[in-house]
């Protein structure tokens, strides 16, 4: 097959697993970002499978890596929603908190904790953020993974001690 053919091929799958994606739940950005990161793992692999192959392969990595990205925005925001909220209603929260996830976040920088509240606790979207912040959607979209990276490690590094 000449590498043209297999282009376009690619080019066609690239819009059914994002519509696919979009069929089965997923915001429309998020599809766009998951078709993105699954082609650059076939890239990086430097996978080359039959068309017959390909189709079933995309399908099957773009779901799961949609799934994985799904737990984890949900994990993002029950911890958010636990340990980002008003100090009024702290009050009235039991006392028996997880104190490693509550000393990690009050590690965090007044930005950093505006951010998470601003995405997971306020429901708003990257472009929102984004507007907030006087910044380009793909470097909101940057920082808030940056921020969530930097939690994980303060996480797993109190995990160790």
Known sequence: ????????????????LQRY???????SDVAADIVQDVFVKVLEMQ???PPDKLRPYLYRVAWSTYLDQYRRQQ???KIVTTYLVPRAE???MPPDLDDELEHALK??????????IWRYEESWSIKQVAQALKIRPAAAKMRLQRVQRKLEKMMRGNQYE
């Open 90 to 92: 702290m009050a009235s």
């Open 75 to 77: 994990r993002y925001q």
């Open 1 to 16: 097959m000449q590498l043209k053919g297999y282009e376009t091929i690619l080019a066609q799958l690239a819009t059914e």
């Open 107 to 116: 590690r965090l920088s007044a930005a950093e904790r505006q951010l998470l």
């Open 47 to 49: 996978l080359v499978l």
């Open 21 to 27: 994606l979009i069929s089965r739940g997923a915001p």
